[in-house]
C-alpha cells in the first residue's frame, strides 16, 4: 500500500506530532505510515481524510492497483 499522508501534511504545515495529535494516534503510528511500514485502520484512514479534506482513495492506494494504470 502505498501513501500520500506525507504530502498532504506537509501542505497543512503540520509536524508528525501534531498530525498524530489530531487525529488521535501516536507520532509512531504516524512515522510508520508514512514510511509505508503501517496500514492504517479504517477509522484513522477515515479521520486523516476529514482533516485532509480528501477522498481515502486519494491517500492511499494499493499497489497492485497502481501497476493496474500503468499498463
Do not use: H, W
Not at 42 to 67: G, P
Request: hydrophobic share 35%.
Amino acid at each position: 500500500m502505498q501513501n500520500k499522508v506525507k504530502e498532504y501534511r506537509t501542505k497543512l504545515e503540520l509536524t508528525q506530532e501534531q498530525l498524530a495529535e489530531k487525529v488521535q494516534v501516536s507520532s509512531r503510528t504516524i512515522i510508520s505510515l508514512e514510511k509505508g511500514k503501517y496500514k492504517p485502520s479504517i477509522m484513522l484512514a477515515y479521520r486523516l481524510s476529514l482533516l485532509f479534506d480528501c477522498q481515502i482513495e486519494s491517500l492511499f492506494q494499493l499497489k497492485e492497483n497502481l501497476e493496474m494504470e500503468e499498463n
